[in-house]
């Protein structure tokens, strides 16, 4: 692929993705005057069928004051802390034996 065509790809690119960022902040604005406006629950409207949701979440500081670790060790499981990791293993030991590659490479624009 010659040069022009990168650089009008990367254009396009950026272009497009400054149009879903619109769409995006529009699409919030509606969603949030609807919920606003319409009850808990599912309503019909032009067709579609408009669902709202309240959802309720767990205080997880409220739990762990109410029911600290050493009092109720079972309502806790421990999880590998990939910072420690990075730390305490060889980086070429990381990469040779604890690295898989991502199913998808990435691309940025910035």
């Known amino acids: 692929m010659n040069p022009e065509r990168q650089q009008a790809l990367v254009q396009e690119w950026a272009n497009l993705n400054q149009r879903?960022?619109?769409?995006?902040?529009?699409?919030?604005q509606i969603k949030a005057a609807l919920t606003e406006t319409l009850p808990t629950g599912t309503t019909e409207i032009a067709?579609?069928?408009?669902?709202?949701?309240r959802p309720n979440r767990l205080n997880n500081q409220?739990?762990?004051?109410?029911?600290?670790?050493h009092e109720y060790?079972?309502?806790?499981?421990a999880s590998l802390d990939t910072a420690s990791v990075r730390r305490f293993i060889s980086p070429v030991i990381l990469e040779t034996e604890f690295t898989q590659p991502a199913t998808k490479p990435t691309i940025t624009l910035k």
Not at 73 to 77: E, F, K, M, N, Q
């Open 47 to 53: 067709g579609l069928k408009v669902s709202i949701t």
């Open 73 to 77: 060790p079972d309502l806790y499981r």
């Open 62 to 69: 409220a739990i762990e004051k109410a029911y600290p670790i």
């Open 20 to 28: 879903i960022t619109a769409l995006e902040e529009r699409r919030d």
